[in-house]
C-alpha cells in the first residue's frame, strides 16, 4: 500500500507550489513587459529559465514515483 | 486500497496549485492587456506558454496515476 | 474502501484551485473589460483559454475517478 | 464505509474553490459594473460563463457521487 | 459509521467555501452600490444569481447527505 | 460512534466559512451606509438577504444533524 | 467515545469563523462610526443584527451539543 | 477517552477565532477614536457589546466542557 | 491517554487566537498613541480591558485543563 | 504515550500565536516611536504589558506540562 | 514512542511562531531606523527585549522536551 | 510501508515553498529589470544564485529519497 | 518508531518558520539600507542579532533531535 | 518504518519555510538594487549571509536524515 502512496503524494505535492509559483512568475512577467516593453526579450528569457527550475523540482518527484512504481 | 488512493492523490493534489497559478496568470495577462494593449501578442504567446508549464505538472500526476490504477 | 475514497478524492481535490482561480481570471477579466472596453475581444477570448486550461486539471481526475469507480 | 466518505468528500470538497471562487467573480462584476455601466451586458455574459464554468468542478464530483452511492 | 459521517461532511465542507463566498460577493455589492447608486437594479439581480449559484454548491451536498442518511 | 461525530461536524463546518462571510458583508454594509447614507434603505435590505443566504448554509447541516442525532 | 467527541467539536468548530467574523463586522463598524458620526444608530442596529446571525450559526451546534451529550 | 479529548476541545478551538476577533475589533476601535476622539463613548459601549458576544462562543464551549467532564 | 491529551490541548489552542488577537490589538493601540499622543489614556484602559477579555478565553481552557489533570 | 504528548503540545501550541504576536506588537511599537520619539515612554510601558499578558498565554501551557510530566 | 514524540513537538511547534514573530519584529525594527535614524538606541534596545521574549516561548518547550528525555 | 511514503514525501514536499519562492523571486526580478533595465545584469546573477539555493533544498530531499528507495 | 519520527519533526518544524522569519528580516533590511544607505552598518548588526536568535530556535530542535536519535 | 518516515520528513518540511524565505529576501534584494544601484554590493553580500543561515535550517535536517537513514 505505501508505495503507490509515496509515488502519488510524491508526484503530486510539489505541484502545489510549483503552480503557484509559475503563476506569480508569469503574472509578474506580463506586468513588467506592460510597463516596459523594450524589456520584453529580457523578461521572457528569464521567465523561461524560472519556469524550468520550478518544473525540475516536480521532476524530481516523478522520477522517485517511477522508481516506487517499478517496485509496487 | 493505498493503490486507488494513491492514483487519486496524484492526479488530483498538483491540481491546488495549479488551477489557482493559471488563474493569477491568466488574471495579470488581461490586466497587461488593458494597459498596453499593443503588447498583447506577446502576452498572448507568453500566457500560453506559462499554462502549458503548470499543465505539465499535473500531467506527470496523470502519467502516475494511469500507471497506478493500471496495477489496482 | 480505498477505492471509493481515491475516487471522491481524485474528482474533487483539484476542484478547490481551480474555483478558486476561475474566480480570480474571470473577476480580473472583467475588471479589465471596464477600464479598457475595446479590448473586450482579446481577454474573452484568452479568458476561455484560461477557464479550458483549469477545466482539463480537473477533467484529468474525473478520468481517474471514472477508472476507479469502474473497479469499485 | 469508504463508499460513504468517498461520496460525501467528492462532492463537497470542491464546494470550497467554487463558493470562494464565484464570490470573488461576481464581487468583481459588481466593481466592474459601477465603475463602466456601459458594459453591464458583456460583464454580464461573461459572468455567467465563468460561474458555469466553476458550477462544472462541482457537478463532476456530484456524477462520481452519485455513482458511489448507487454501490453503497 | 462511515455512513454518518459522509452524509455530515458532505452537507457541510462545501459551506465554508460557500459561505465567505458569498460575505465576499454580498459585500462587494453594497460597495457598488454605494459608489454608483443608479447601477443598484442590475448589481441586485447579479448579486442573487451569484448567490443562486453558490447556493446550489451546498445543495448537492445536502442531496447525497439526504441520500445518504436514507441508507444509516 | 461516527452518527454522533458526524452529526457534529455537519453543523459546525459551514459554520467556519458562515461566520466569516457574514463579517465581512455586514462590515462591508456598514463602509458603504457611512459612505452613501442615502442607499441605506438599499443596503439593509440587501445585507439581510445575503445574511439570510449564509444561514440557510448551517441550516442544511442542522437538517441532517437532527436526523443523524434521532438515529444515534 | 465519539459521542462527547461530536459534542465538543459541534459547540466550538463554528466558533472558529463566528469569533473572526463578529470581530470583522464590529471593527468596521466602529470605522463607519468614526468616519460618519451620524449614521451611528444605523450601524449601530445593523450591527446587532449581523451579531445576532453569526451567533445563531454557535447556537445550533451548541443544541445538537446537548442532544449528543443528553446521549453520552 | 473520547470525554477528555472531546472537553478539552470543545472549550479550546473557538477561542482560536475569539482571540483574533477580540484583537481586531479592539484594535480598530483605538483607531477609530483616534481619528475621532468625540465618538469614544460610542464606540467604546459597542466594543464591550461586540466582546462580550465573541466570549459567549466560548462560553457555550465551556458549557459542553464542564458538562463532559462531569461524565468523564 | 486521553485525558492528558484533552488537557494538553484545552490549554493549548485558545493561546493561538489569543496571542495574535493580543498582538494586533497591543500593535494598533501603539499606532493609536503615535497618532494622537492625547487619547492615550482612552487607548490604554480599552486595550486593558480587550487584553483581559482575550485573556478569559484561555483561562476557561485553563480551568478545564485542571479538571482533567486531576483525574488523570 | 498520551501524558508526554499531551505536555509537548500544552507547551508548544500556544507558542505559535504567542511567537507571532509579539513579533507584530513590538513591530509596530518600534513603527510608532519612530513617527512619534516623544510617546517612547508611553509605548514602551504598554509594549511590555502587552508581551507579558502573551506570555501568561504559554506560561498556563508549561504549568500544564509540569503537572502532565510529573505524572509520566 | 509518545515521549519521543511528545520531546521532539514540545521543542519545535513553538518554533514556527517563534521564527516568523522575530522575523517581523527584526524587520520593522530596520523599518524605523531607516525612517529615524535617531531612535536608534531605544529600538534596538526593545528590539532587544522582544527578541528574549519570543525566545522564552521556545525555551519553555525546550525545558519539557529535556524533561520529557531524560524519561524516554 | 513507510520508506516509500517517507522517500515520497523527502522529494516532495520542500517543493511547495520552493516553487513559490522561485515564483516570487523570478517576478520580483522582472519588476526589477523593468524598472531599471540598466540594473538587468546584477539582477539576472543574483537571480540564478537565489534560484540555485532553493534548488539545493530540493535536492538535499532527493538525496535521501534515492538513500530511501535504495532500501525499499 | 516514535524515535525517530519525533527527532525528525523536532529538527523541521521550526525550520518553517524560521525560513520565512529569516526571509522577512532579510528582505526588510535591504529595503532600509535602499532607503538610507548611511544606516547600513547598524541594520547590518542587527540583521546578523535577528538571525542568530531565529537560528537558536531550530538548534534547540537539534539538539533535542540528536538526543533522541542517540536512543534510537 | 518510522526511521525512513523520519528521514524524510527531516529533509523537506524546514524546506517549505526556507524556500518561500530565499524567494522574499531574493525579490526584496532586487528591488533594493533597482531603487537604489550603488548599494548593490552591501546588498549582495547581505544576501548571501541570509541565503546561507536560511540554507543551515535545512542542513541540520539532512544531518538528522543521515544519521537516521544510517539506523533503517
Do not use: N
Amino acid at each position: 500500500m505505501g508505495v503507490a502512496l509515496g509515488a502519488g503524494l510524491a508526484v503530486s505535492i510539489a505541484g502545489i507550489g510549483g503552480g503557484i509559483g509559475m503563476g506569480i512568475a508569469g503574472g509578474k512577467a506580463f506586468e513588467a513587459i506592460a510597463r516596459q516593453p523594450e524589456v520584453g526579450g529580457d523578461v521572457r528569457t528569464l521567465l523561461f529559465i524560472t519556469l524550468a527550475f520550478i518544473e525540475t523540482l516536480t521532476i524530481y518527484g516523478l522520477l522517485i514515483a517511477f522508481m516506487l512504481v517499478g517496485k509496487a
